[in-house]
Nanobody
Framework: VQLVESGGGLVQPGGSLRLSCAAS????????MSWYRQTPGKERELVAA????????NYGDSVKGRFTIARANAKNTVYLQMNSLKPEDTAVYYC?????????WGQGTQVTVSS
């Protein structure tokens, strides 16, 4: 299993970024996919999750109304569209897969929101 995030970077407050997670090594369309984020000294927190078919989503309270998770099963990719970014959104963002056997994390992509 491989999860490879991309799309992070430096953005000004109020700006937007789109993260991508390219997945391989498993039947992508059969699993819930999630995005988490982590800042130094804090535990990873759920940002968003999406059902296997993409018909159901769930968001952390701090990002509701600003972030959108989506997936393209034909491309084995899950996305996180982040709008109206705030300095407190600064974190390393991780793609996450939970199977019946174990959990998998990507390497993470840094998002920095600063003027």
């Amino acid at each position: 299993v491989q999860l490879v995030e991309s799309g992070g970077g430096l953005v000004q407050p109020g700006g937007s970024l789109r993260l991508s997670c390219a997945a391989s090594g498993f039947t992508f369309g059969s699993y819930i996919m999630s995005w988490y984020r982590q800042t130094p000294g804090k535990e990873r927190e759920l940002v968003a999750a999406i059902s296997s078919a993409g018909t159901s989503t769930n968001y952390g309270d701090s990002v509701k109304g600003r972030f959108t998770i989506a997936r393209a099963n034909a491309k084995n990719t899950v996305y996180l569209q982040m709008n109206s970014l705030k300095p407190e959104d600064t974190a390393v963002y991780y793609c996450y897969l939970r199977t019946g056997v174990r959990d998998y994390w990507g390497q993470g992509t840094q998002v920095t929101v600063s003027s």
